[in-house]
């Protein structure tokens, strides 16, 4: 007889239905608990023992045990809440925490993520989000005339590996104006307001006087637009572009283009170029570049000239050797500009009287395009003079840029009033931090009170062969372990990964009528296994019963 046998089957079924009970109930528990998975319990029978049988030789089952307890990692539903840094994970994937100084990592699907009072992006139990560190992309548009080309891709690039995300300064820097963009109609009525009969394409130059209160008359240019630009240090300047036509009767040509001259200034006393330190003649101090727009008879951008001051020998980058070094402003010491890599002429405005950053090819020059909607392909002059002077009043000896393309837009000629279409430039000072912001592919933004917004860093996140094999650790937290691998890292969106969702918060994915029919059915299960116990028990009250 193996009543004890049947016994001890029947109490190993109230052992794992008691045990599954308590996944059910732990289930339950966290029905809100935020990114918490949902546990199953599988039981597989137990031990067999060999009988014999008239058939030969059978096997007889010993009861129930706990086969297994699995992790359910379906995607749980998304709360919205008003905080940016609540994220959650669209798909595949954990965020990854660490405690503060440990080399530890933990990983996660719960995303309530705060800022601490040290600037640490962090979980309730304070251990810091980790993510990379985003390369901060140069957009500028202005550089030296000799660079190659700028990078290409829009994707996001990462420094180094990935560690703690701690925002360390809440202001955005300050930028330097690299890059100014003037797109303008110049009423082809307008009269020739400066006038020189001997460098008629420089006449408003000619007339210009720094140390006057206001270096250049009303009645000396038919058409100015002024915009900040911004030094290094982020403080603003005015950068006034004058324009005007040149009369025809001066120019020695009946090709019936039309030619404007234009001249880029700043402030005299804005002007800290040190070579106007000891200048005798100072007066065309604040003038950055002059130049000439020629368009044909219906008003469109053909060719363009510009000039600026520059250095004679380009050996001793950080020293400026003029022509003429008591009078910088003569026009012997005005070259055709360089360009920057786009094909833009460059000036050189040295706001706060850097040593060396007088000229373009200086070590410390803040070289500024100007873009009036034309550019040179080949970053060449054709027809270039060694200097302005020289051209004098012919118009054929006017420089151009080499393998001139123009933009969709264009300074333009038309015989309507002058006007400013569209003025830009990419400077700015230094702003606070105002928002944070997280995009799919989690990458965290700064916005700025400055209008900046920056990329800052790109969340990690990580998943693994076997996420079965992961370990609990309370806390909504896992850690890796033999069975499930080492982790699989990359940013949201990529190899399988999921997105990121922000301001949202991915809820329990326990079913509670799921749950609840476990119950019932667990619940059912027990009792037969009582049943079997209670049976087996009366059995053996007759087996006792037989001594009588």
């Given at each position: ?10 109490t190993?079924?109230?052992k ?5 009970m308590n996944?059910?109930g ?5 029905v ?21 049988t008239?058939?030969g ?7 129930a045990?706990i ?11 998304m ?9 959650a994970?669209?798909?595949?994937g ?8 440990e080399d530890?990592?933990y990983?996660t699907?719960?995303?309530n993520?705060?800022f601490?009072?040290?600037g ?5 139990h ?16 202005a550089?030296?005339?000799?660079s190659?080309?700028s990078?290409a891709?829009?994707s ?9 995300i701690?925002?360390?300064?809440f ?24 006038v020189?009969s001997?460098d ?7 007339y ?12 000396l240019y ?6 900040k ?6 403080s603003p ?5 004058y324009?005007?036509k ?8 009946t090709s019936?283009?039309q030619?404007?001259?234009?001249m880029?200034?700043v ?5 800290n ?9 100072t ?20 060719r363009?000239s510009?000039f ?7 050996t ?22 360089d360009?920057?890599i786009?094909?833009y ?17 200086m070590?410390?020059?803040?070289n500024v395009?100007?873009d009036?909607?034309?550019y040179?392909q080949?970053?060449s ?6 200097n302005?002077?020289?051209i004098?009043?012919d118009?054929?000896?006017l ?6 393309k123009?933009?969709a ?14 003025q ?11 928002s944070?912001a ?5 990458v965290?933004?700064?916005h700025?009170s400055?209008?900046?917004?920056l ?6 996140l ?5 996420t079965?094999?992961l ?5 909504n ?9 080492t ?5 949201p969106?990529a ?5 990121i ?6 809820q ?5 009528a799921?749950?609840?029919?476990k ?19 009366s059995?053996l009250?007759e087996?006792?019963?037989?001594i009588?």
């Amino acid at each position: 007889m193996s009543l004890g046998g049947a016994l001890y089957s029947g109490t190993s079924g109230l052992k794992v239905h008691g045990e599954k009970m308590n996944v059910i109930g732990n289930n339950l528990a966290n029905v809100s608990t935020i990114g918490f998975k949902a546990s199953r319990m599988d039981f597989e029978d137990a031990l067999y023992q060999s009988v014999t049988t008239a058939s030969g030789a059978d096997q007889v089952g010993r009861g129930a045990a706990i086969g297994t307890i699995l992790t359910d990692f379906s995607q749980g539903s998304m709360e919205s809440t008003n905080v940016s840094t609540d994220l959650a994970i669209g798909g595949k994937g954990f965020f990854i925490v660490s405690p503060k100084g440990e080399d530890l990592e933990y990983y996660t699907r719960a995303g309530n993520f705060r800022f601490d009072k040290e600037g640490y992006l962090v979980d309730p139990h304070g251990y810091v989000l980790q993510g990379w560190r985003v390369e901060s992309e140069n957009k500028a548009q202005a550089a030296s005339s000799t660079s190659s080309a700028s990078q290409a891709g829009t994707s996001v690039r990462t420094v180094g590996s990935y560690g703690d995300i701690r925002l360390e300064n809440f202001q955005s820097p300050p930028q330097a104006t690299q890059y100014v963009q003037i797109i303008a109609n110049l009423n082809s009525q307008s009269e020739d307001k400066a006038v020189s009969s001997t460098d008629p394409f420089f006449s408003m130059y000619s007339y210009w006087d720094s140390n006057s209160s206001k270096p250049l008359g009303d009645n000396l240019y038919s058409y100015q637009t002024t915009l900040k630009v911004y030094d290094e240090n982020g403080s603003p300047h005015d950068l006034t572009i004058y324009f005007d036509k040149v009369d025809s009767h001066a120019t020695n040509t009946t090709s019936g283009y039309q030619y404007w001259e234009y001249m880029v200034t700043v402030p005299p006393d804005d002007d800290n170029r040190l070579f106007w330190q000891n200048a005798t003649d100072t007066t065309k101090k604040g003038v950055l570049m002059i130049g000439n727009l020629t368009f044909d008879s219906s008003g469109h951008l053909i060719r363009q000239s510009a000039f600026t001051i520059k250095d004679n020998d380009t050996t001793t980058p950080d020293t400026i050797d003029l022509t003429d070094p008591n009078n910088p402003g003569d026009l012997s010491n005005w070259q055709p500009a360089d360009f920057n890599i786009e094909g833009y002429p460059i000036l050189t405005a040295n706001f706060l009287g850097n040593a060396g950053a007088d000229a373009t090819n200086m070590t410390n020059a803040k070289n500024v395009a100007i873009d009036f909607g034309a550019y040179s392909q080949s970053l060449s002059w054709q027809n270039a003079p060694a200097n302005a002077s020289v051209i004098g009043t012919d118009a054929s000896q006017l420089p151009t840029f080499g393998d001139m393309k123009s933009g969709a837009l264009s300074v333009t000629s038309y015989s309507s009033p002058s006007t400013t279409y569209t003025q830009s430039q990419d400077g700015y000072p230094a702003g606070d931090l105002e928002s944070i912001a997280v995009s799919r592919d989690g990458v965290i933004t700064g916005h700025y009170s400055n209008g900046q917004v920056l990329e800052l860093y790109a969340l990690t996140l990580a998943n693994f062969n076997n996420t079965e094999g992961l370990r609990r650790e309370g806390g909504n937290l896992f850690i890796e372990t033999r069975d499930s691998g080492t982790a699989l890292t990359g940013l949201p969106g990529a190899a399988g990964l999921g997105t990121i969702s922000s301001n949202s918060l991915e809820q329990s994915n326990v079913d509670m009528a799921e749950e609840f029919v476990k119950m019932i059915t667990t619940q059912k299960g027990f009792q037969a296994n009582s049943r079997t116990i209670t049976t087996t028990n009366s059995l053996l009250d007759e087996v006792i019963r037989l001594i009588r």
